[in-house]
């Protein structure tokens, strides 16, 4: 028989991510409706409003059954999470420009602090496009090829710090690479599709030798093992296409004159969205 108290802790457990999608939300939105207010002639971009609210749906939609359920019972039902948790999601929340939005509603105050932050030593440090890699893709590495993964899955708790790291390290190297938001020291634009091209490679490499069984080591049967690695191969295509065309739309050539004989230097501008 059940235990009514255990019982409804799941379910509470379970809520828990549909109460934190909707508070995210509800707060952006009613951030972005006081940014339209202050400045009318600016406003605020329904494009990144949109974004936003889109990444906050397939978070939802990743951390809640049928994909939750599917996830615990399933391998490929993992990978999918993990796509949808780690590399869709955040782009579309990254390029709904959160840190921006801040920005132009939060007081004087709090706008110097949130400044002084992203200047901070720690942030320059960790918004480094080497350490958002190794964050990111280097992290596949060390859970797929180590005792990691089959020791996260067996508790709740394993869980939940996996989601974390996902949603977190995927939000950061979408920042990193194409992320409207003001970044310390962001490197220009053909460095970072370098970045992401390493990135690119990391997963193929990763999905190819989950395929063939070499030193993975998941506790899963070989076709679910081997349909993951499907999913992550193609699924993580299509999310670094997407992030590599987020980059390019986001910055746009403008010619400069350069010295001497008179030749045009291209440099790439953020455009404003």
Known sequence: MTDPVTEHGAHFAGALPVLAVLGCAIGYLRLAGLARRRNPARGWSRWRTAGFVGGL????????PPVASLAHADFRGHMLQHLLVGMYAPLALVLGAPVTLMLRTLPADGGRWLTAVLRSRPVRVVTHPVVALLL??????????TPLYNAASASAAGHWLLHAHFLLSGCLFAYVIAGPDPAPDRPGVH????????????????????????????????????GGAEIMYYGGDIAELLLAAALVATWRPAPRTGAGRGTVVRRYERRSW
């Open 191 to 226: 460095t970072r599709l370098v970045y992401l091209g390493c990135a690119v490679a990391v997963h193929a490499v990763v999905a190819q030798l989950m395929y063939g069984g070499f030193r993975v080591d998941v506790h899963a049967p070989i076709p679910e093992v081997r």
């Open 57 to 64: 749906v397939l978070l939802g939609v990743a951390l809640v």
């Open 136 to 145: 990111s893709a280097g992290g596949l590495v060390v859970l797929y090829f």
